[in-house]
């Protein structure tokens, strides 16, 4: 089993929708989570981060941890075209290195 | 702003050449990384380095080597490139000590023939 288990998608979905992208993870020594987004052609961008449970919130975009089922959620509200990308989760391990998901695939339709 | 560049976007090698892939920060941060992606697999660790001259193993070390002589400085060397080294090569830079997200060049996509 991978670390850090991802749809990979696609996702396509109509603009305005919500959007919910999640992650599976199955080691618990470490609750640091991370969320990127790549663009094509483009290298992985810091979108947020979030420690421990609950829920972390920036603008349009929600992180949520679920410890009891290790589960990490992104909801993005109002999706826009310029949402379309692939987001990937990551999980801290001890060193602090990250280890990543495979990403999933966002299409959001005019 | 702060960057990670990566010295080229594309590259075509042949097989059994000796690659360098040249990673350059000006963040001044102590730890660099090296991840290949590929469809389905997402980025894996190659190599890093947590600070000048030093280097450790990543989860998918065989076939490549690094060099850090400079800070700013992460160069990854395919010794002898094989097809199965086509893929998107990525760069990334920490703060030694910090918790937070590397900052990642915008990749180097290399094709083997």
């Known amino acids: 089993q991978k670390e850090v288990e991802q749809d990979p998608g696609p996702l396509s979905v109509p603009e305005g929708a919500i959007v919910s992208l999640n992650c599976t993870y199955s080691n618990s020594a470490f609750q640091y989570f991370m969320w990127y987004r790549q663009y094509s052609r483009k290298g992985p961008e810091l979108l947020m981060y979030?420690?421990?449970?609950g829920n972390k919130e920036d603008g349009r975009f929600t992180a949520q941890v679920d410890k009891s089922s290790k589960y990490i959620s992104l909801f993005i509200r109002d999706s826009q075209p310029s949402d379309s990308a692939t987001y990937l989760c990551?999980?801290?391990?001890?060193?602090?290195?990250?280890?990543f998901g495979s990403g999933t695939r966002l299409l959001v339709r005019p | 702003d702060v960057k990670v560049t990566q010295s080229s976007r594309y590259l075509v090698k042949r097989t059994g050449e000796k690659v360098f892939l040249e990673c350059v920060q000006d963040?001044?941060?102590?730890?660099m990384f090296w991840y290949r992606q590929d469809p389905g697999l997402g980025l894996r660790l190659i190599y890093f380095s947590y600070d000048v001259k030093m280097k450790e193993k990543g989860d998918i070390p065989e076939g490549y080597s690094v060099s850090r002589e400079k800070k700013e400085r992460f160069s990854l060397i395919l010794e002898s490139a094989s097809t199965n080294q086509t893929s998107m090569y990525l760069c990334?830079?920490?703060?030694?000590?910090?918790?937070?997200?590397?900052?990642f060049g915008s990749g180097t996509r290399l094709t083997v023939v």
């Open positions: 990551a999980r801290v391990d001890s060193s602090y290195k990250l280890i």
């Open positions: 990334a830079s920490r703060a030694q000590g910090e918790a937070g997200g590397y900052t």
């Open positions: 979030t420690y421990s449970s």
């Open positions: 963040m001044d941060h102590e730890n």
